[in-house]
């Protein structure tokens, strides 16, 4: 059977999960107070509703427990968010993910018990501060505080040199996840595989090694 999900608030960011979503081929249910929203998403949507979920009333005719992941995409309204996910809490709905506004709502929204708390403008803030800061880092993917996974573009400086010859592991205690050339992707890659110019490299490890590692070699 299809999961079925549920995505409240049609902004820009709830759009753009309610369209990849069904894009996916997924059934999902729109939800949004402003009626304008609710008809753009109508012909996107498996079905799509008008509806405040503040109101538990609301929530339940929507038949809310039965979705298998419901995503709270209310922006501005702090409070509306925290409500409506603390009502999806107390329903007992299996997969709530919130997106977060700031700190202190992410932190409330995690005591409360949502499930996942998103923060994307953050996050992106973060992964296209790194792209900036370093040509070589295409893409950055935050671990925890202190380790990370990213993609590097590899140079003329590794060109022709094989994961042995950098010696990357015991120089840097990062691991070389994957090697993508062109098309062609090698996952876990062995210590004899040789790099080239352009080659993107998916590395795992500590943001100080990672830097080191980086600065010396791309
Ligand atoms: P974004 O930053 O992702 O664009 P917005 O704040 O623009 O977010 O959009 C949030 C959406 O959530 C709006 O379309 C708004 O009408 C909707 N919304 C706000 N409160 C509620 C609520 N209580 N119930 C359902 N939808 C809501």
Do not use: W
């Not at 999902?28 to 538990?56: G, S």
């Not at 919130?98 to 923060?119: P, S, T």
């Not at 790194?130 to 993609?151: C, R, T």
């Not at 573009?153 to 993508?180: E, F, P, W």
């Amino acid at each position: 059977m299809k999961k079925q999900f549920a995505v409240i608030g049609l902004g820009r960011f709830g759009g753009s999960i309610c369209k990849s979503l069904s894009e996916q081929g997924m059934e999902v249910l729109a939800i949004d107070t402003n009626e304008d929203k609710v008809n753009e998403y109508a012909t996107i949507a498996t079905h799509a509703v008008i509806a405040d979920t503040t109101d538990e009333n609301t929530l339940k005719s929507l038949g809310i427990r039965n979705f298998d992941h419901v995503i709270v995409a209310i922006g501005d309204n702090i409070q509306s968010s925290i409500l409506t996910t603390l009502m999806l809490v107390e329903l007992g709905v299996n997969h709530i993910t919130v997106k977060a506004q700031n700190d202190y709502h992410e932190k409330v929204l995690n005591k409360i018990g949502a499930h996942k708390v998103v923060h994307p403008e953050r996050d992106m803030g973060v992964r296209i501060a790194h792209n900036i800061i370093s040509k070589n880092v295409l893409d950055y993917l935050e671990l925890s505080d202190e380790y990370s996974i990213v993609e590097l573009i590899a140079g003329k400086t590794v060109h022709g040199q094989s994961l042995i010859d950098l010696d990357i592991r015991a120089k840097y205690g990062c691991n070389v996840m994957a090697i993508k050339r062109g098309e062609e992707i090698n996952v876990s890659p062995a210590a004899t595989e040789y790099l080239m110019n352009g080659d993107i490299i998916i590395v795992i490890g500590a943001d100080k090694d990672i830097n080191r590692m980086e600065h010396d070699l791309f």
